[in-house]
């Protein structure tokens, strides 16, 4: 019985030796939670523009195809939210509805393409945007678990780059490489 207690007690010993650490962890600098809001508005914006521009453009799948993506983008950073108890901007507005400002200004004036060239430049425009933005909040955390979601973030940006560059060069020639390298 006496032997039983100890290994109780020492159980709880490795218990709270493993939670502690943990839990210190789980705050955030004031920048990691900005970048972490900033980067769900975001991907939410490039969802949003790409479902707009899949409704004008039908026939053009790649903003479908590329919309779900970025909703896989949106789950990414509000598992992060949810992991780190940080309030969720998008968690309440709709499609084409932002907290941040210069998110939903940016938003009107991308939505406002009427060619499909203008809205694969548009595309362009996002993900240069996004790859840009990764990269200061990449800069911006230690935290290996955000580190990680915003490196896969920026594997998919320039796959997402690439292909509006390509469907741009395909469809008249008015395609060219992105100023920024891979």
């Known amino acids: 019985m006496q032997h039983l207690?100890?290994?109780?007690?020492l159980a709880v010993?490795?218990?709270l030796s493993a939670i502690t650490p943990f839990a210190s962890?789980?705050?955030l600098t004031e920048a990691e939670v900005s970048?972490?809001?900033?980067?769900?508005?975001?991907?939410?914006l490039a969802r949003d523009v790409y479902l707009h521009f899949s409704e004008l453009f039908p026939n053009a799948k790649i903003f479908a195809n590329i919309a779900i993506s970025e909703q896989a983008h949106m789950d990414a950073i509000k598992s992060l939210l949810v992991r780190y108890h940080v309030e969720d901007p998008a968690q309440t507005t709709g499609v084409g509805?932002?907290?941040i400002p210069e998110i939903d200004s940016l938003y009107k004036t991308l939505i406002a393409a009427e060619s499909l060239v203008d809205a694969l430049k548009a595309?362009?425009?996002i993900e240069e945007t996004d790859i840009v933005d990764l990269e200061?909040?990449?800069a911006a955390t230690t935290r290996l678990d955000i580190d990680r979601v915003y490196n896969n973030l920026l594997s998919g940006s320039f796959n997402h780059l690439e292909a509006f560059e390509l469907n741009l060069l395909n469809l008249n020639g008015t395609g060219q490489k992105s100023?920024?390298?891979k």
């Open 25 to 27: 962890a789980q705050v």
């Open 179 to 181: 100023r920024i390298g």
């Open 123 to 125: 595309g362009v425009s």
């Open 97 to 99: 509805e932002f907290n």
């Open 13 to 15: 010993v490795i218990l």
């Open 136 to 138: 200061a909040a990449m």
């Open 35 to 44: 970048w972490l809001q900033y980067m769900r508005e975001e991907e939410k």
């Open 5 to 9: 207690s100890k290994i109780g007690v």
